[in-house]
């Protein structure tokens, strides 16, 4: 059974600094993995999809990485912005082709 | 960009009543999903379909039932609310594709049951 963990569970940082974002998994055998950001009582949107053939994937200040063979993807995010602050969460397929599990999110804060 | 729409926004009922929550898209995506958050907790997978006429359970034992008559619709029914129900309810759909692809959420409904 496919099981994610994300670390830490909540960042605090001063605006400007860089920052990275941790997601494990247990089962290799994915075709993708997603990273998302959530705000308080809002649904989730999509930041990044790397593909399990990519290693990297970046867009704006967002760049995700993938190891799939160790089980790890990590967001780093440059320049944070007091407007990041959110939850930002990882999903991967149970299996390949399978529904996605979600990590618990990292709650992130960033401060004015 | 998927357009994803969830009505109502917020719901605020009294216990037994019966509600259904709103799930439509307009992408002719033929995967749907409706998750289940509690405040500053996981997402729990309640349903999913992979097409019209096609309904399964998901993760998350839920008292909820849904249907898919039509592509664009995916509405969640509780027969009977109940407190316990008070949650935020997402809906989700896949963009079409061989195996996993990119996810797009609704806003949710936010269900409150006194």
């Known amino acids: 059974k496919q099981e994610v963990t994300q670390i830490p569970a909540a960042l605090s940082v001063p605006e400007g600094e860089n920052l990275v974002l941790n997601c494990s998994f247990t089962d290799s055998a994915i075709y993708n993995l997603q990273w998302f950001r959530q705000d308080p009582g809002k649904g989730l949107t999509s930041l990044l999809l790397i593909q399990s053939s990519q290693r990297e994937q970046t867009s704006g200040r967002l760049n995700a990485s993938l190891d799939k063979s160790s089980g790890r993807s990590t967001l780093y995010i440059a320049a944070s912005q007091p407007g990041d602050s959110a939850t930002y969460l990882c999903a991967v397929p149970h299996n390949y082709g399978q529904n996605f599990v979600f990590g618990p999110g990292t709650r992130l804060s960033v401060l004015p | 960009e998927a357009d994803i729409y969830q009505t109502p926004r917020y719901l605020v009922i009294g216990t037994g009543k019966k509600i259904t929550l709103e799930c439509s898209q307009t992408?002719?995506?033929?995967?749907m999903y409706w998750y289940q958050q509690d405040p500053g907790m996981e997402l729990h997978l309640i349903h999913y379909?992979?097409?019209?006429?096609?309904?399964e359970k998901g993760d998350l034992s839920s008292e909820s039932t849904v249907s898919r008559i039509r592509t664009e619709h995916f509405p969640l029914t509780l027969e009977s609310a109940r407190p316990s129900h008070t949650s935020q309810y997402l809906c989700a759909t896949e963009k079409n594709g061989q195996y996993n692809e990119k996810l797009f959420f609704g806003s949710g409904t936010q269900l409150s049951v006194l």
């Open positions: 379909s992979y097409g019209v006429n096609s309904t």
């Open positions: 992408m002719g995506h033929d995967k």
